[in-house]
């Protein structure tokens, strides 16, 4: 996962990882760092929607094991939502039924 920290990585490796992370079961120890890459790319001013979608996918599938990490990700998506593209709008919306 440290591979993802680099800079400069391009966006392709960052999506097709994330695509990947939302359908396996992350072991409690990596769940904290991938929590951590997730919210940054959330934040990310350049990162691409589906960078961010997969990211928003991701998070919901850790939120069933932490759900304290729920009013931080509610913070941002809703500080996000009203500049979001479709694609983005469509996946914060269901995150935030699950956060409640």
Known sequence: MD???KPGIHHAVKRNTLRLL???ELPK???????DLC???LQGKGEPIAV?????????????EQ???GSELKIIIEDQLAYAS???RSRAMKV?????
Do not use: D
């Not at 961010?52 to 069933?64: D, G, N």
């Not at 935030?96 to 409640?100: A, D, E, P, R, S």
């Open 52 to 64: 961010k979608a997969f990211s928003l996918t991701v998070l919901q599938r850790i939120l069933e």
């Open 29 to 35: 120890r990596l769940q904290g760092r991938v929590a």
């Open 67 to 69: 759900p304290e990490l």
């Open 3 to 5: 591979f993802l920290n």
């Open 22 to 24: 939302q359908y396996i």
């Open 86 to 88: 479709p694609a983005f």
């Open 96 to 100: 935030l039924k699950v956060i409640g």
């Open 39 to 41: 919210f940054q790319y």
